[in-house]
C-alpha cells in the first residue's frame, strides 16, 4: 500500500498540483507521514519560500522606485506626485503586512542589490543618468517600511 500512495502522489504532482497538495494536507492531518509524497512536498515548500522572498523585494523595489520618481523626476513631479504617494502608501501596506522577521533580515541583507535595480528601472524609465542617483542606497528598511516617512 504505501508504494501505490506514493507512486499515486507522485502522477498526481505532475498531473494535478492541487489535488495533490489537497491530499498531502490530508495525510498531513491525519499524522500519515509515511505515504507522504516526500521530493515533491519539499520541492514545494522550497518554492513557496522563495515565492514568499520574491514577493517582499519586489514589493520592496516598488517602494524605492516611487520614492526616486518623487526625488529625482522634476519634470513629471506635478503630474504625477499623488499617483506615486499613492503607489507608496499601497506597496509599504502590501510589504507590512508580508513580512516576517526572517523576510526582514533578507531584505535588510539584500536591499542594495534592490536598490540598484530600482536606478536602472527609473532611469530607463525617466531617461535620468544613472549617475544622478546615490551609489548606495539613500534609505534604510525602517525608513522604507514606516507609512509616514517620506510622504510630501
Avoid at 523626476?73 to 503586512?97: C, S
Avoid at 533580515?105 to 531617461?127: D, F, H, P, R
Wanted: glycine share 2%; charged share 25%.
Amino acid at each position: 500500500m504505501l508504494n501505490i500512495t506514493q507512486n499515486y502522489l507522485q502522477q498526481l504532482h505532475e498531473i494535478d498540483d492541487y489535488l495533490w497538495l489537497e491530499e498531502t494536507i490530508k495525510l498531513l492531518k491525519t499524522k500519515d507521514l509515511e505515504n507522504l509524497d516526500i521530493d515533491n512536498l519539499i520541492e514545494e515548500l522550497e518554492s513557496l519560500g522563495r515565492n514568499d522572498l520574491n514577493k517582499v523585494r519586489s514589493l520592496l523595489k516598488q517602494i524605492i522606485i516611487h520614492l526616486l520618481l518623487l526625488e529625482y523626476w522634476q519634470e513629471e513631479y506635478e503630474r504625477n506626485y499623488r499617483h506615486w504617494q499613492g503607489e507608496i502608501i499601497a506597496f509599504r501596506d502590501d510589504l507590512n503586512n508580508s513580512l516576517t522577521t526572517t523576510l526582514k533580515n533578507k531584505l535588510v541583507q539584500g536591499l542594495e542589490s534592490i536598490y540598484n535595480v530600482a536606478v536602472k528601472i527609473v532611469s530607463t524609465k525617466t531617461g535620468l543618468s544613472q549617475n544622478l542617483f546615490p551609489t548606495c542606497c539613500p534609505y534604510s528598511l525602517e525608513q522604507l517600511l514606516d507609512d509616514n516617512w517620506y510622504l510630501k
